[in-house]
Every structure is written in C-alpha cells, then in structure tokens.
C-alpha cells in the first residue's frame, strides 16, 4: 500500500451531504478529499449520491415529462388546444432524465475540481485514527489520514425480505426509473413520497397503478386537511390508493414473457390478491454505514444503523462527524445540505447550525404537497392553543388562469403571540410557496408580519397572503 496521504478534511459520500461538506471545507481553506463509490449507467464515477443520480433529479425530469403528457391529454382542452393520437417516446423521455443527471454529476466534479478538492473514487472505510482506507475502482487501495472525518454515507432502499429486488419485475426507485415500456400494471407497496411520486409518473404515462399502504391513513405526518385533499385529487387521477393493506407474500407466477407479479395482502376485508406485470417497493430507507466503521473506531451506530450524533453532528469521537441520511433526522436532500456546511463551518472555526424545525418538506406529486413546522394535530396533542387562517386556490385569479384551482394554503400561529407554528399547503407550485412559511419561521414572524407583506397580483403567492389575514378573520376574497 502506498504511503498515507495527509488531509485536513476527509468526506467519505459524495451525496447532498457530502459535495457540500467537502466544497464547503474546501473554501474555508482545508486541504479536503472526498471519497465516493458510486457509478453512472455509463461504469464511470459519479457524484451527488442518490439524489442526484438515482433520487431526486432523475424523479423530477419523469415527473416533468410524464405532467407534460397528462395535461396533453387533461388540461390542453380547456385552453382551445386540440391534440390527437399523442404518443409519449419512453426511451426519449429515459434519455432525456440521463443526459441531466450527467450533467449534474459533471457538474459537482467541476466544482470538486475549481475548489481544488481532491476525489477518491471507491468505498471508504473509516479506522482509528482518523485513517481512511479506500478500496478503488481499479483494484487498488489507498490510506488517507485527516484531522477531522465527515461521514456522509447516505441510504439505501429497504427491501423485503419476501420481495427481494430482482431488477425486472421487483424493482425498488432505481428500477422505476428506468422502465422502458409503459407497464400495463404497476405495482406499489407503500404510499409515502417514493411510491407516491413514481406511481404519479407511470399512472400519467397509462399504467394502471395500485398502491398498498400498511397504515390506516394516508399521508399521516402531513395536515390532515392537506392529505384528505390530496388523496381526492389523486382518486381523480386514477390511482388506487388501498390503505390498511398489508402485504405478506409475493411471488412472481408464469413461464417465459407470461411473467407476473403476485401479491397476497390482508386489509379490513380479508386476505386478498394483487396480480401486476410489475412491482415497486418503496417503503422507506435505512442508513448506509454497512462497511463504513471498522471495529476500532469507537463510532456508536444505533439498532437502525444510523451513526449516533450530537445536536452539531459530532459522534463524540474526537474529529469525527456524520451528516445527512445515515444521522438521525428527516431523510431530504436540504437537511443533508444545510448539516454538511454546519459541520464544514465548525470544524474551522465558525458558528455553525441547522434549525431542524425549519425544514420544509415536499412531495412532488399533482398537486405538491408542502408543509414546514407543526400539524394541526400535533399541536392539539401538545396542548398548544393555536388558530388558523386557510385560503383556496379556486378563489386565486393566477391558479384558475392555469386551470390548476385544486388545493389551498394553510397558516397556524399561536393563540396568544401570532408567532406562526407551520404552513401546510397542496396545489400548484406549493413547492416554492412554502419557502414563505419557512422564512417568516426562521425570523419568528407572525401570522399578521406574513399578512402585511404586499404579494402581487395576480401570483399564486396570494394565497399565502391571503390565508395569513385569513388567520384574524380579515382576508378580503373570501367569507371569514
């Protein structure tokens, strides 16, 4: 093995946690490596971890491509505009979900490069000592030593242990991204944002999409309000959510190109089957620390695998730090973010933190689904007083222009200081929209600071102001 090479700084993943630990590190003056073992379709390395080349990117452009298609076929009518006989290209649209993940991944080696970080392609393993030896691509291995170790290990999907993946006919969010011809039915166990997501684009694109979720209700972490609506909306869209439905045994059934998915599951009604041409398991990510720590390391991991942190990420062992997916935590891409510039930031010298009641989430389905801070039922079960102001999007001259009138913009604020607690909200372009509840939020603003802040008409954003003056009864376009 060759001689130990000397850093200040070492980033074992390369994800959303990591690229902006290591960049990050790296502006502040730090010798930084960075150490990632993922591939592109192509055999080549490839930064920005599973959201960029197999999460949320690649998710984005299907979703971009498949809602282009279905309002082809939905909306085009109402605005005069006449199609026939329209066709969707999948290996098109799949080429075209490629070619910007590659030039995302480029991009983050351009970064890695003008920063002057140094990249070390194949799996890290974490020693006493800080020492960091990397098994590459090409066979060989190499010892890295630093001052301080970022671990950035980032997840992977959970697999079943009576659904194993076989990359054809049961597939985890890799393999839906990759489908090359239009299933005639799909598949979904677990109706949280991977299935809900994936099942939009192949429902869209014509697949019949069955979705079975184990819990009674649906979309239980988001406003209750928010999740009734959004499942009306998808109903209408075609996809058959099935709650309570627990899966306990597939299969796959036939000979040749006859080949089919079988589901058994019991739900309130009894046993019942599900016969599908495809399955896609989605129900949820665990850590990625198999292989990461050696023994000696003192890193504590918990019986979840995640690697066991302090409020600023440190493990308690002296230069060591662990961020995004594989720390405790939501598991978004922004989290990863904002901890890897936290840690980056402390580690020479600044003041670094995230405020975790900040964070807005977002499902990227029609219609998103955004919220950040508290639900309506989880301050109820705080026993915190609160009061609300709500504002539909039908009754906002930009969403009806867009013929996108579904959902509403939801403020809570307390009872007694106004302080605003959450924003939930469903609809068209929620995902941006809820950057003013996570705003207001960090700056502790109030519902009424959020009500006097002029919006312009006629925006989508109106109904953000709206339901803010709605919070004192006193919004203008509708009866209070």
């Known amino acids: 093995m060759s001689e130990v090479q000397q850093f200040d700084v070492i980033v074992i993943g390369g994800g959303p946690a990591g690229y902006h630990a290591t960049i990050r590190a790296a502006q502040l003056g730090l010798k930084t490596a960075c150490v990632d073992a993922a591939l592109g379709k192509d055999g080549k390395p490839a930064l920005g971890g599973t959201c960029l080349r197999v999460g949320c990117i690649p998710s984005k452009a299907l979703l971009d491509s498949s809602r282009q298609f279905w309002n082809l076929g939905h909306i085009f009518g109402e605005h005069g505009i006449t199609t026939k006989d329209a066709k969707m290209d ?7 979900k490629d070619k910007i993940v590659k030039q995302f991944t480029g ?10 970080v140094s990249p070390f392609y194949g799996f890290g393993t974490l020693h006493r000592g800080n020492v960091v030896t990397v ?20 997840s992977d999907s959970i697999e079943l242990p ?11 969010n890799v393999g839906a991204l990759d489908i090359e011809t239009v299933p005639e039915r799909l598949g979904v166990i677990g109706a949280g944002v991977i299935g809900l997501e994936l099942g939009s684009v192949w429902n869209r694109l014509g697949s019949k999409v069955t979705i079975l979720e184990a819990m009674p209700s649906f979309l239980a972490a988001a406003d209750g309000e928010v999740s009734k609506l959004a499942a009306r909306e998808f109903k209408k869209q075609g996809l058959d959510i099935q709650l309570g439905a627990k899966v306990s045994n597939v299969e796959i059934v036939g000979k040749g190109k006859k080949k089919e998915v079988k589901l058994t599951y019991t739900d309130a009604k009894g ?20 292989g990461l720590l050696a023994d000696d390391t003192g890193v504590k991991v918990n019986e979840r695998g995640q690697i066991e942190v302090d409020d ?4 308690g062992v002296n230069g060591v730090w662990a961020v995004g997916d594989c720390v405790r935590g939501p598991m978004l891409a922004h989290k990863g973010f904002e901890e890897g510039i936290e840690v980056a930031e402390l580690i020479a010298g600044l003041p670094g933190h995230v405020n975790y ?50 959902g509403f913009v939801k403020v809570i604020a307390d009872a007694e200081t106004d302080r605003v607690l959450g924003m939930h909200l469903v609809g068209a372009l929620v995902s941006e929209l809820v950057h003013e509840g996570v705003l207001t939020m960090e700056f502790s603003g109030s519902a009424d600071d959020l009500a006097r802040i002029c919006h312009a008409h006629p925006t989508m954003s109106e109904a953000v102001h709206d339901a803010a003056m709605a919070v004192a009864k006193r919004a203008i376009h509708k009866v209070n």
């Open 90 to 96: 999948i290996p098109t649209m799949i080429a075209r």
């Open 162 to 172: 009576f659904a194993k993946f076989d990359g054809e006919y049961i597939i985890d």
């Open 107 to 116: 991009g983050i080696a351009a970064l890695f490069k003008a920063n002057k």
């Open 312 to 315: 600023h990420c440190h493990t």
């Open 357 to 406: 009641d900040t964070i807005p989430w977002i499902i990227y389905t029609e219609p998103e689904i955004a919220w950040v801070g508290k639900t309506e039922e989880q301050l109820k079960a705080d026993g915190v007083a609160y009061k609300t102001g709500t504002f539909p999007f039908a009754a906002i001259g930009r969403a009806v222009a867009m013929a996108e009138p579904a």
């Open 271 to 290: 046993e019942q089957t599900l016969v599908v041409d495809k399955l896609l398991v989605a129900v949820g990510r665990r850590a990625a620390t198999k």
């Open 135 to 154: 098994k590459q691509h090409d066979g060989t291995e190499v010892s890295l030593k630093a001052a301080n170790v970022i671990l950035a290990a980032g």
